[in-house]
Nanobody, 128 residues
């Protein structure tokens, strides 16, 4: 059974940093794309950053240059380092993956098809 468990959210001031973690279980991460979505109050869920099984990365234009995604296949973990946070980054952040191997990060993060598996989410609040 696929499980994705996020951690690392919290309250941070504008300009601050947070590092989100996602622990994946029930499958071997090596062969799967994985990523992060977010949903702000009153807004649709959006793909933030995704990383393929081969290390290709996608970043939403709004976070490019500020966020960094990486994965540790040995630990079945994926991370999202978020720097220079802005109030508009406030949202619930979800770890996501698909049921098929070697998917495209562009398709996962910015395509029309919703990822198959979602974690429970972790709240990130950027406020002074």
């Amino acid at each position: 059974q696929v499980q994705l468990v996020e951690s690392g959210g919290g309250l941070v001031q504008p300009g601050g940093s947070l590092r989100l973690s996602c622990a994946a279980s029930g499958f071997t991460l090596d062969d799967f794309a994985i990523g992060w979505f977010r949903q702000a109050p009153g807004k649709e869920r959006e793909g933030v950053s995704c990383i393929s099984s081969r290390g290709a990365m996608y970043y939403a234009p709004s976070v490019n240059g500020r966020f960094t995604i990486d994965r540790d296949n040995a630990k079945n973990m994926v991370y999202l380092q978020m720097n220079n946070l802005k109030p508009e980054d406030t949202a619930v952040y979800y770890c996501v993956t698909n049921s098929f191997m070697h998917g495209s990060v562009q398709a996962m993060c910015a395509g029309n098809r919703r990822p198959d598996y979602w974690g429970q989410g972790t709240q990130v609040t950027v406020s002074s």
